[in-house]
Every structure is written in structure tokens, then in C-alpha cells.
């Protein structure tokens, strides 16, 4: 650490100690991070863009789908079902693959 963030940490802790962060819009919830760090700074603008437009990318859709069928598989016991929901659920990590590389 360098002086600089010493001294930001201690300004910080000092402000903590006061009481001043306890009535923040937001405190007590948990912090929303809308944007993904480990894309470009280009896609995540654009990604801005279409929701404020109220669109989503293909990959939102997919990723959503995908994360409701593990839900669905962790409930189901062996079978033909749990099968035919597996070969979906590789079926949409195939497409979610080709999406993120285009």
C-alpha cells in the first residue's frame, strides 16, 4: 500500500466511526452490479444501451433459460425426463458458447 491509500483508508474508517455512511440511499440492501468486469467495455455499453431500450441480448435469454433448467434438473430424479433435460441444458451451453465468441 502507498500513502495515498493509507490515507483513504483511514479517512474512511474515521467517516465510518462517525456514523456517516448509516443513512445512505440504499443501506442495509444489497449492492446490485449490473455490469460483467470481464467484458470489453464495449459490449458492456452496448448491453447498457439495449436494456435501457428495454432489450435484452441473446446471451441474457440463454443464460436465464439455462440457469431455470438446473433448477428444474436438481429436483428431478434419474430418468428419461432428467435426460431429455440435460440434452437441452447442453444444447443451450452450445449455443451460449457460440454466442460469447461472435
Given at each position: 500500500?502507498?500513502?495515498?491509500?493509507?490515507?483513504?483508508?483511514?479517512?474512511?474508517?474515521?467517516?465510518f466511526?462517525?456514523?456517516?455512511?448509516?443513512?445512505?440511499?440504499?443501506?442495509?440492501?444489497?449492492?446490485?452490479?449490473?455490469?460483467?468486469?470481464?467484458?470489453?467495455?464495449?459490449?458492456?455499453?452496448?448491453?447498457?444501451?439495449?436494456?435501457?431500450?428495454?432489450?435484452?441480448?441473446?446471451?441474457?435469454?440463454?443464460?436465464?433459460?439455462?440457469?431455470?433448467?438446473?433448477?428444474?434438473?436438481?429436483a428431478?430424479?434419474?430418468?428419461?425426463?432428467?435426460?431429455?433435460?440435460?440434452?437441452?441444458?447442453?444444447?443451450?451451453?452450445l449455443?451460449?458458447?457460440?454466442?460469447?465468441?461472435?
Open positions: 500500500m502507498n500513502l495515498f491509500d493509507i490515507l483513504a483508508e483511514q479517512r474512511i474508517a474515521e467517516a466511526r462517525r456514523g456517516e455512511f448509516e443513512h445512505l440511499p440504499g443501506a442495509g440492501r444489497p449492492l446490485v452490479f449490473d455490469d460483467d468486469p470481464f467484458l470489453s467495455p464495449e459490449t458492456r455499453m452496448m448491453n447498457r444501451i439495449l436494456k435501457n431500450a428495454g432489450c435484452a441480448p441473446a446471451e441474457v435469454g440463454l443464460r436465464r433459460e439455462l440457469a431455470a433448467l438446473r433448477a428444474e434438473l436438481a428431478l430424479p434419474a430418468g428419461a425426463q432428467r435426460d431429455t433435460l440435460m440434452q437441452r441444458r447442453n444444447h443451450l451451453l449455443q451460449l458458447a457460440q454466442t460469447s465468441r461472435n
